[in-house]
C-alpha cells in the first residue's frame, strides 16, 4: 500500500509559479513511474505530467510543455511539479498518482494510487 499527500498549492497572479511536492510512504517507492493530473470544476480529470521509476523518461500534455517540470528525488520518496509562467486556465485541484509499473502512462486508469489533490488558483 501506498500514500500519497500533495502540498505547495495556492493562490498565485497570471505570470506566477508554484511548486507541488508529492510524499510518499513506502519502501518501493522507487520503482514505481509517478504522475500528475488535474481536475478543474466541471471537466474530466486530465493528465499534467509523468516520470519514469528512475526519473530517466519524462512526459507531459501539450498544454503544460515548457512551462511544468516534473522531478523526483527517490532518497526521499517524493515526486515535484514546478509550474512556470501559471496561467487561468491551469486553475484545478492537481493530484499526484503512483503507478507500479515503472515505465509512463498518460491514462489515469493506469495508476494504482492517488494523492487527495492539492488546489491552485491562478488570478487573472
Known amino acids: 500500500q501506498v500514500q500519497l499527500v500533495e502540498s505547495g498549492g495556492g493562490l498565485v497572479q497570471a505570470g506566477g509559479s508554484l511548486r507541488l511536492s508529492c510524499a510518499a510512504s513506502?519502501?518501493?517507492?522507487?520503482?514505481?513511474?509517478m504522475g500528475w493530473f488535474r481536475q478543474a470544476p466541471g471537466k474530466e480529470r486530465e493528465f499534467v505530467a509523468t516520470?519514469?521509476?528512475?526519473?530517466?523518461?519524462?512526459v507531459y500534455a501539450d498544454s503544460v510543455k515548457g512551462r511544468f517540470t516534473i522531478s523526483r528525488d527517490n532518497a526521499k520518496n517524493a515526486v515535484y511539479l514546478q509550474m512556470n509562467s501559471l496561467k487561468p486556465e491551469d486553475t484545478a485541484v492537481y493530484y499526484c498518482?503512483?503507478?507500479?509499473?515503472?515505465?509512463?502512462?498518460?491514462?489515469?486508469?493506469?495508476?494504482?494510487?492517488w494523492g487527495q489533490g492539492t488546489q491552485v488558483t491562478v488570478s487573472s
Open positions: 516520470i519514469s521509476w528512475r526519473g530517466g523518461t519524462t
Open positions: 498518482a503512483a503507478r507500479t509499473s515503472g515505465i509512463v502512462a498518460r491514462r489515469a486508469m493506469e495508476y494504482d494510487y
Open positions: 513506502g519502501r518501493t517507492f522507487s520503482s514505481y513511474a
